[in-house]
């Protein structure tokens, strides 16, 4: 993605936070040059096939309410997020759970606020995609342990 096309954290919105709890404008999908991904709200067009199909997202329990987060629901969390939430602990040092319960407590514009402070660069203010270790504009590197992101180091 050249400089003039890397999104920033002004990028990240509400309609941007799939049911799931995860932050679609984290995503390295909805941050890539080519066909982006609108998000797991958005129109399925562009979006990877296991996207499109994603029990959470197609969750009958979510069904006809276009802005319902799993965090509203009588089963939350169900053992389908459990499972998300472990891989992206594991992976990637976020977790949708605390997500969702953040959005709770706090409410999602507050919520989003937060993200946009939390997954920016300290070096350059890009965006920091949560799939990879680099901000996408700098290369700034991070180790994201659950928490704060943290810096390891800056690749040249």
């Not at 997202?57 to 006809?64: A, I, M, P, R, V």
Request: with cysteine.
């Amino acid at each position: 993605m050249a400089k003039s096309e890397t999104r920033t954290p002004d990028h990240l919105m509400a309609n941007l936070i799939a049911p799931c709890g995860m932050n679609c404008g984290l995503c390295s999908g909805y941050l890539r040059a080519k066909k982006p991904c609108p998000g797991c709200r958005g129109d399925d067009a562009n979006k990877p096939t296991y996207c499109v199909v994603c029990r959470i997202k197609n969750c009958e329990q979510l069904s006809g309410n276009e802005q319902s987060f799993c965090g509203d629901c009588e089963s939350f969390p169900c053992k389908r997020l459990k499972q998300l939430d472990k891989r992206y602990r594991t992976k990637y040092g976020m977790s949708m759970i605390e997500n969702l319960a953040r959005i709770r407590e706090i409410g999602l514009d507050e919520f989003v606020a937060e993200e946009k402070k939390r997954w920016t660069c300290p070096e350059c203010g890009g965006l920091i995609c949560v799939h990879k270790v680099t901000c996408l504009a700098c290369g700034y590197i991070w180790n994201k342990a659950p928490g704060e992101p943290k810096e390891v180091n800056h690749a040249s």
